[in-house]
């Protein structure tokens, strides 16, 4: 029987559970939809009983990897905390898992799978090192060298979205987190009503980033200054990714990484200003190829790498 693995990304918003083999490919999936009233409690009894299903169709199952979406102590395999669901802080979920499974357990920031998946997988795959960075409801980042996570000093490391912008507090989130976006539209609506974004996202509750796709498309010049101001942002965060660690690609993910290629291409044209000139041009900028498998795949790579000691 060929060796299987597990691979699991615990959200805010969703869970999702894959087998797959050697070569990272997907063989069966489950994914479910989180709801955040239930808890850490809830969380685990959708995963338990999807990990009943699917351990039927992985018998020789060789290990199992996690991406979580907030820090964890990877060593330990105990959650330190999630900032959007309650009833992780201090669970010790590699012991949880393993009891179920007793298969060896990697587990590790979402982030880091994802920064995982793309440089071994997807679109970081044959560059070295590797910097990922998703933009979603936050913003999160990962780096893999030599095909593994790069781990600094606990609790955490490559919290992008926590990098400064000024010294009044501005971060990388702050500006350019799909909810950063959101609010500049919500914004927007208000002091100007007649521009197209505004009219395309004028019904909208949320999610109000998901028109300026069309807007740019458009040509409306509204659009083309947002995506500008938080281009810029953004590139200038990744400055100092590029001065500190000196990625030969830096990848971006998340929902926001849809916009596709005027993100990728607005992101490639205001980085260089900011790096000095010996680093010009810079790394690599391309958009994120596995989408929504990043963190599955990279859990699945992750799982086939050597564990720590397995619990007792």
């Known amino acids: 029987m060929d060796k299987t693995y597990l691979g699991i990304e615990i959200g805010g918003s969703k869970l999702q559970l894959v087998t797959g083999d050697d070569t990272g490919t997907v063989l069966a999936r489950r994914r479910l939809t989180v709801d955040p009233g239930q808890g850490g409690p809830g969380i685990r009894r959708q995963m338990e009983a999807a990990l009943g299903e699917l351990m039927l169709t992985a018998p020789n199952l060789r290990g ?25 802080s201090g669970f010790g979920l590699r012991d949880w898992l393993f009891s179920r499974t007793k298969a060896p357990i990697r587990l590790d920031n979402d982030a880091n799978v994802g920064a995982l998946g793309e440089a071994t997988h997807g679109a970081g795959r044959g560059y070295n090192p590797v910097f990922y960075i998703t933009l979603g409801s936050g913003v999160g980042g990962g780096l ?15 919290e ?11 971060t990388v989130e702050s500006r350019c987190s799909g909810w950063a976006v959101d609010a500049k539209i919500r914004r927007l609506k208000a002091t100007d009503p007649g521009s197209l974004l505004s009219q395309l996202a004028s019904n909208a509750a949320r ?5 300026l796709e069309a807007a740019l498309a458009k040509g409306d010049s509204v659009a083309r200054r947002i995506l500008r101001e938080t281009t810029e942002d953004l590139a200038f965060g990744l400055s100092h990714v590029v001065h500190l660690f000196h990625p030969e690609v830096i990848v971006i993910g998340g929902g926001l990484a849809l916009l596709g290629e005027p993100l990728r291409a607005a992101v490639a044209e205001a980085l260089p200003p900011f790096l000095m000139e010996v680093f010009s041009p810079g790394p690599v900028i391309c958009l994120a190829s596995l989408g929504e498998d990043a963190v599955p795949v990279g859990a699945l790579e992750l799982a086939r790498q050597p564990a720590p000691e397995s619990p007792a």
């Open 64 to 88: 199992v990897g996690v991406g979580f979406g907030g820090p964890i102590n990877w060593r330990t395999g105990v959650i330190e905390r999630s900032h959007q669901i309650e009833g992780w």
């Open 144 to 158: 893999a060298v030599n095909a593994r996570i790069y781990h600094g000093a606990k609790p955490g490391e490559a």
């Open 160 to 170: 992008i979205g926590h990098v400064r912008l000024d010294r009044k507090g501005a």
């Open 207 to 211: 999610g109000e980033a998901k028109y």
